[in-house]
């Protein structure tokens, strides 16, 4: 009995991805008891036809149903467990189906109440019920993805001997000086009695300033100071009313750091490997998300993940003039004008990416003014070894570059940003006991979901979004 092959291997019953992946052409009856979710029911004269889906793979199970053995209450959402025979199908679009002997209704759904409806339904009206949007087949096949894309990127680095660690959600510092961030503070309901006389004890919990950590950086390097090679998968804040595609004021960021790397270039060749041997392992899970997408932009995902053909690297400086010459041929372009020392906005980006280059492009050397005080300054003395990498349809997907490890040039970037010395004296404080040369960056989680499964709006690359003024769960 096919129960039994999954005994050895696992203390729960096989799914169905489980089952469908492990059948070969049965000779003879194979017995199977499985539980999920109804997607849909069809009631005919001598034969009930029902879908079954457990959520472990887009396919679901198709189910048949004598009339007499079919409870009434077998509707779209109900939770069931069956018990039957897998055969092989005669119908089309399956290969196989099972033969229900014992059906047991274990949660009931009101069909005419059911928010989750089978034909397509409005993104706000998704988002207004984000606790049932998961039911859907996109946003179980997104949720799919991020699982398998997490699996990947873990045995990347994992093989490049990178150990994975567990940084503060709360910090006493903005990493990158934005002020854009959280502040946290306790909320007592109880007597008095609790709080200091000291009007500063009363409010800081911590006796001084805490926030919701908007990246883990800093803390990752104090750890890559001892192991080398660390990274983690965070959740980040940041307390930016941006309504675009691209933000969330709650996000997961994947970050890296380690030691011992002279070259931002360096930096970039584990980015683009990585990201590579994502979108090679993750093809099958896309199925689903691009069933019904824009052909180009499926073709230059594909092309991106194509081995041996390197990502495009440009300086700063060049992509100013490349979008300076467009800028002078064609004004309309552009809503704002490139220079030389200003940020690139993100319609410059997407023209670099999906125009000059049609792929990504890593945009290196930025100027001093433009990036946060820990990036180390070049030789030039007017820029920074650091990197964005922008990909076609999204722009920024992830950031990094080699950290200032010379401890008079670090405190030298702390006072020219502005930033008060003694919240930044531990991170000092590395470069003074063995400082090594390091470097690391930062990928939005959400950003590789949307740039891999077409999916153009963040929000619906996350279970629970949350970006300003909305938060319903």
């Known amino acids: 009995m096919l129960l039994r092959r999954f005994a050895s291997t696992s ?80 119908g089309r679009g399956q290969s196989y189906e099972l033969h229900a002997e014992e059906v047991d209704v274990l949660g009931e759904c009101n069909p005419e109440a059911y928010p989750i409806q089978k034909q397509a339904l409005p993104v706000e009206f998704l988002r207004d019920n ?31 001997d990178f150990h994975y660690v567990h940084t503060p959600i709360l910090t006493s510092n903005d990493c990158e000086g934005g002020g854009e961030t959280f502040r946290v503070s306790p909320t007592y309901s109880g007597p008095s009695s609790r709080q ?58 994947l970050e890296a750091e380690w030691a011992f790397i002279n070259h931002v270039g360096d930096v970039c060749h584990v980015v683009e490997e990585s990201l590579k041997s994502v979108l090679l392992q993750c093809r099958s899970e896309n199925a689903l998300l691009w069933k019904d997408g824009d052909e180009a932009k499926l073709k230059t995902l594909e092309d991106a993940s194509r081995p041996g ?28 004008e490139p220079a030389w020392g200003r940020a690139l906005q993100s319609e410059h980006e997407r023209w670099l990416s999906e125009k000059l ?15 946060p005080f820990y990036m180390r300054a070049n030789d030039d003395g007017q820029t920074v070894a650091c990197f964005d990498l922008l990909v076609p349809f999204i722009g920024e997907l992830a950031g990094g570059s080699l ?61 629970m979004p949350r970006w300003a003024k909305r938060m319903l769960l």
Request: glycine share 6%; net charge positive.
């Open 11 to 90: 203390t729960l019953p096989p799914t169905i991805r489980q089952l469908l992946s492990s059948l070969q052409p049965p000779s003879q009856v194979t017995k199977a008891q499985l539980s999920g979710w109804i997607k849909s029911v069809r009631r005919q004269k001598n034969v009930t036809f029902a879908v079954i889906n457990d959520g472990s793979c887009a396919s679901g199970l198709q189910v048949v149903l004598k009339p007499d053995a079919t409870p009434h209450n077998l509707t779209n959402g109900a939770s069931v467990r069956i018990s039957g025979n897998l055969v092989q199908s005669l």
């Open 130 to 160: 984000a606790h049932l949007r998961a039911r859907t087949d996109i946003n179980a096949a997104m949720l799919r993805l991020r699982g398998s894309v997490l699996r990947a990127l873990r045995s990347y680095y994992e093989a490049q």
């Open 196 to 253: 200091s006389t000291d009007s500063s004890a009363q409010t800081e919990f911590f006796s001084q300033p805490t926030y919701l950590t908007v990246s883990s950086q800093l803390h990752l390097e104090a750890l890559a100071a001892s192991l080398s090679r660390v990274y983690t998968l965070s959740p980040c804040f940041r307390a930016e009313r941006s309504q675009t595609n691209r933000h969330l004021a709650e996000f997961w960021m």
């Open 309 to 336: 053909v390197p990502w495009t690297r440009i300086s700063y400086t060049d992509a100013i003039k490349e979008l300076r010459e467009c800028h002078a041929s064609s004004p309309i372009v552009f809503e704002f």
């Open 357 to 371: 280059v049609g792929g990504p492009v890593f945009v290196t050397d930025y100027p001093t003014s433009l990036k």
């Open 403 to 463: 950290r200032e490890e010379r401890s008079s040039h670090l405190v030298e970037a702390i006072q020219r940003h502005g930033l008060k010395e003694e919240e930044y004296g531990w991170y000092v404080d590395l470069r003074k006991y063995g400082s090594a040369p390091h470097g690391g960056y930062g990928l939005g989680f959400e950003r590789l979901i949307s740039w891999m499964s077409g999916i153009e709006n963040v929000r619906e690359c996350i279970a």
